[in-house]
């Protein structure tokens, strides 16, 4: 099947996730920076939310990364941990701290939203090939990667290209691209970078407004045309849903799949892009086909978008099982709102 993670060995880690988590200080209330109070901590970190995400749906997950030899580095050791995922392979920084950022409430995708990053010179972005441990970077069924780690130094880079450059035996791998031109010191490098560390990967997460900002290039067809070397190209399209390119059958086809969005009751829009790949990933190992992959990635964004912070329990699997099945009249005005990943509460499917 296209981008599963059956042609790999048997090992006993599915999925192992590498990047920076940094401690988040979420806003009290909605308004600018510098009107905001006061914050709550929490967990913030692409990677590692994919990684909780996968732990809490019943994966065995392991998260690869430094921290610094502080509180905050503490703190985030134990609360990705607390969601059930390996953090041995976490190494302490004497040295250098761990990254911290406050947000406002707003969609990341607004002009209203803000983010003040202190990651600069941060443990994470001190990862290279020569310091972290390989063989649990390799030794999962799945590695998932994204853009966010490129863009913290070149050491970081050389890792990336390091993991995805093409060896036997290596793991399904797989790339957000989360283009975040605010981290990039040279804003006009980091495009080829990100263009070119994807078409090195498996299987691909891009979004349409980001392929667009960053290359230039709009609709699905273009996008896949710009990155015609992973087996599978998975393009968000937002409200509107996800188109899945993945190459079947021994000519190598592309079968393009349609997976509409979910009607959802937003609380709080951030955290929805690394949920669907965590629900897309899970739907993977499982073997499920594609478009049951994508609907396992939009209610596993609709978890988290329905709740204030980036991360939540998920559906149970007999729950989103059931949802992933309705057919396509069904599924297209199911509509969810808060609560609705405890056994059905708030959750609306017409009689049909």
């Known amino acids: 099947m296209p981008g599963s993670a059956a042609r790999t060995p048997a090992v006993d880690t599915d999925v192992v996730c590498l990047g920076e988590s940094m401690v988040t200080f979420l806003p009290s209330r909605p308004g600018r920076l510098a009107d905001v109070p006061a914050f709550s901590r929490g967990i913030g970190g692409a990677e590692s939310n994919v990684a909780c995400a996968l732990a809490a749906a019943g994966h065995r997950v392991k998260w690869v990364s430094r921290v610094g030899a502080d509180g905050f580095g503490d703190h985030l050791v134990e609360a990705v941990a607390a969601y059930g995922v390996d953090t041995s392979a976490v190494r302490r920084d004497p040295d250098r701290p761990t990254g911290i950022y406050f947000r406002t409430a707003t969609d990341r995708d607004t002009d209203v939203h803000e983010v003040a990053y202190y990651r600069a010179g941060s443990a994470a972005s001190a990862m290279s090939p020569h310091n972290v441990p390989h063989d649990a970077l390799l030794g999962g069924r799945v590695l998932h990667l994204s853009g966010i780690t490129a863009a913290l130094s070149a050491d970081c880079l050389a890792l990336l290209h ?12 797989s790339f957000d691209v989360n283009h975040r031109p605010g981290l990039w010191r ?5 495009p080829k970078v990100l263009l070119d560390l994807a078409r090195r990967c498996d299987l691909v997460f891009a979004g349409e407004d980001e392929a667009a900002s960053a290359w230039g290039v709009h609709g699905t067809e273009a996008i896949r045309a710009a990155l015609p070397e992973p087996d599978v190209l998975v393009v968000k399209r937002g409200a509107e849903g996800a188109t899945v390119y993945s190459r079947t059958g021994p000519g190598r086809q592309d079968t393009v799949t349609e997976v509409p969005a979910l009607h959802v009751d937003v609380v709080a829009p951030v955290g929805a892009g690394d949920a669907f790949a965590a629900g897309f990933l899970s739907a993977t190992l499982r073997g499920l086909p594609v478009r049951d992959r994508a609907r396992h990635g939009h209610l596993m964004a609709a ?5 204030p912070g980036d991360l939540t329990a998920p559906p149970s699997r007999p729950h989103a099982d059931r949802l992933v099945a309705l057919d ?8 969810l709102g808060p609560g609705w990943t405890d056994d059905g509460a708030n959750e609306e499917v017409p009689v049909t």
């Open 303 to 307: 978890a988290v978008l329905t709740v």
């Open 162 to 173: 390091a993991l995805t450059a093409p060896r036997p035996g290596r793991p399904l791998v």
């Open 186 to 190: 040279n804003g006009d490098r980091g």
């Open 328 to 335: 396509d009249t069904a599924w297209g005005t199911l509509r």
